[in-house]
Structures are given as structure tokens and as C-alpha cells.
């Protein structure tokens, strides 16, 4: 089974322009989750999707959104970058069970984005 | 808040010693939590799963226990080699579709 992909994997941008983050899961997992990771901060959740639907969003400001297809794929967008925004972008896919709750999560590669 | 908080930054341990590393949470109640490995310049690789109503988990060299009552995850590497060089991340479910993760502790093998 091929494993969680991202693209691009390094991305270059200038302050005040926006990027988009493409995602694809392992083939059967519908829950997508992504991440920002900092030297100083670690790992932050930005958000989850689950067919489709955004359940949770963590503490990022409005300028972060994403969405989910009806293939599971997903994008996330950064609207006006900032220096701040620099990070390692990471998303992850997980399987969720017929019982509900949450399993491990397989994680990408990771976009590199660096905003100058 | 909640918060969830790696004993170290840093640990050094010598080539078949084991490696111990702690994670600690508060306002949390958990229903499982998690233990990662991540490589520098990788994303973070799955290790162990642990849920509230067990007390310990085994894989290969790795040990994990996990102690709903003290809010802490111990985590072993026992006959540790350089190639466990990496660091380890802890992560809690929320309840929420929501994981939260430790900062980390980079573990230094030395041969």
C-alpha cells in the first residue's frame, strides 16, 4: 500500500502571498489531519477532516483553512503569509474503526514551506 | 489548559543500556495514548498505542506503561543501539478528533 503522499515537499513564497498543500492518505483512511511543525513550537494541530467534514481545528488563526474531497484527499491553504508561518507543514491519515475512536496515525513527508 | 509535557529535551544513554523516557499530562483523561519516532528532516512513524485500561505494552525491545492515576506514559527502549538515535514524541487523544503531541525527547545512543 502506497503511503501518505504531500506535495510539493519544498515550497519557497514571500510574505502577504498564499499557498496551497495537497494531501493524499493511505487508500481506505478518510480521516486527515495536519499539522505545523516549528523548532520552537513542535508539532500544533491545525485541523482534522473526516469524510469531508472539518471535526476539530486547533488554535491557528483564520488565515489556515482546509478542506477535504470526497477521494479523502486533502488541502490546506495559508492565506497572507507571514515570516511566522515557516514550518514544516505535516499531515497524517488515519483508519478509523467501526466503532468509532481514533487509531495511530501514518504520517507524510512533509511540506517545507519558507516564507522570506 | 491542557498540556502534555516530555520529561527532557535531550537524553544520553550508552550503546545496551535502556533508554527511559517519561510523558506527563494534566487535564487530560485520555482514552489511549500514543508513542512516535521521528528522524530528523522525516514525518513521525507510529510505535505504540496504548489504551486507559492497559497498564503495559510490549513490542520487540519497546515498553510502554501507562498510569491513568499519576498522568504519566513511561516509555523503554531496553538494549538500546545508536540506530534508536531519534526523537520520540508522546501524543494524546483529546476525545475531540484532535491528537495532541509532546515537544519530544531526542534520544543520543552512543556506540
Known amino acids: 500500500k502506497a503511503g501518505v503522499t504531500q506535495t510539493p515537499r519544498y515550497l519557497i513564497k514571500t510574505r502577504g502571498q498564499q499557498v496551497t498543500l495537497s494531501c493524499s492518505p493511505i487508500?481506505?483512511?478518510?480521516?486527515v489531519s495536519w499539522y505545523q511543525q516549528t523548532p520552537g513550537q513542535g508539532l500544533q494541530f491545525l485541523f482534522e477532516?473526516?469524510?469531508?467534514?472539518?471535526?476539530n481545528k486547533g488554535n491557528f488563526p483564520g488565515r489556515f483553512s482546509g478542506r477535504q474531497f470526497s477521494n479523502s484527499r486533502s488541502e490546506m491553504n495559508v492565506s497572507t503569509l507571514e515570516l511566522g508561518d515557516s514550518a514544516l507543514y505535516l499531515c497524517a491519515s488515519s483508519l478509523e474503526t467501526s466503532g468509532g475512536g481514533y487509531n495511530e496515525q501514518f504520517f507524510g513527508p512533509g511540506t517545507r514551506l519558507t516564507v522570506l | 489548559s491542557q498540556k502534555i509535557e516530555q520529561n527532557s529535551e535531550a537524553l544520553n544513554i550508552q550503546e545496551g543500556k535502556t533508554a527511559t523516557l517519561t510523558c506527563n499530562y494534566t487535564n487530560y483523561s485520555p482514552a489511549y495514548l500514543q508513542w512516535y519516532r521521528q528522524d530528523p528532516g522525516r514525518g513521525p512513524v507510529f510505535l505504540l498505542l496504548i489504551r486507559e485500561n492497559e497498564k503495559e505494552k510490549r513490542k520487540e525491545r519497546l515498553k510502554v506503561t501507562f498510569d491513568t492515576t499519576l498522568k504519566q506514559s513511561l516509555f523503554h527502549i531496553t538494549a538500546s543501539q545508536p540506530a534508536d538515535s531519534a526523537t520520540y514524541l508522546c501524543?494524546?487523544?483529546?476525545?475531540?478528533?484532535?491528537?495532541?503531541f509532546g515537544a519530544g525527547t531526542r534520544l543520543f545512543v552512543k556506540a
Open positions: 487508500s481506505g483512511h478518510r480521516s
Open positions: 501524543a494524546l487523544d483529546t476525545g475531540g478528533f484532535k491528537t495532541i
Open positions: 477532516y473526516f469524510s469531508e467534514t472539518q471535526r
